[in-house]
């Protein structure tokens, strides 16, 4: 199917409860940003997504979850009220517009095993920090992205991610490919371009609507 621009100003916004009701372990929050790191992955790509994170359900404990690469920050795994909220606390949420979205291979609920493997791939690069030799990295394969470069060895990835690079990271444990020109770096548009990801909702702007955020 693939994720066109217009999902985010065409598809209906829906509200957290709606939100959090329908995702699933796997679905993709893809989003369009305006702080800086978002703006220099959207001019690198000329695309309007400039992040994606990967949601999780942990149901034995009845939360849903965000795992995602943040510059400064590294990985991490936040609430997804969390990562929704514009209310005005100090959890610094996503400044932007969030599509929910979902590869064909979780069209139907995946297998236990598929859901470890994919939780323990999230997991498993929890806190991986970003250094300043590596935040020059990164720079530099969004850089040679914009130019259309093939990625020297010696700017692969390690343990330093952009959002796009860690989800793909966590797909290839379960065996899910993102198809990209191996150029620069992998992106949040190369998600959106996959024929296999199809977008299935738009959070809405304020999707408390005034309520309290919940945990």
Known sequence: MTVPASA???????????????????????????????????????????HVAMIVRLEEVGRVVVFEAVEKIG???????????????????????AIIARHSEFAEHPSPDQLEHLTAAA?????AGFE?????????????GRVGMKLPRVLRTDDEYIC??????????????????????????????????DAVARVAKNPFNGKPTPD
Do not use: N
């Open 164 to 197: 796009s690079e860690y989800v793909a990271r966590c797909y290839e444990a379960v065996g899910i490919r993102i198809p990209w020109d191996g150029r620069g770096f992998i992106a949040p548009d190369d998600f959106a371009k996959d024929p296999k990801i």
């Open 132 to 144: 300043p030799g590596e935040i020059l990295k990164i720079a530099l394969r969004i850089a040679a």
């Open 75 to 97: 990985v991490r795994m936040v609430p997804l009220s969390r990562f929704l909220s514009e209310d005005a606390t100090h959890h610094k949420p996503f400044p932007g517009i």
């Open 8 to 50: 985010l100003t065409e598809l209906p916004p829906q509200p957290y409860d709606a939100i959090r009701a329908l995702v699933r372990t796997g679905d993709l929050a893809l989003c369009s940003g305006t702080a800086m790191f978002s703006r220099a992955i959207r001019w690198a790509t000329a695309s309007p997504w400039s």
């Open 123 to 127: 997991t498993d690069r929890l806190g």
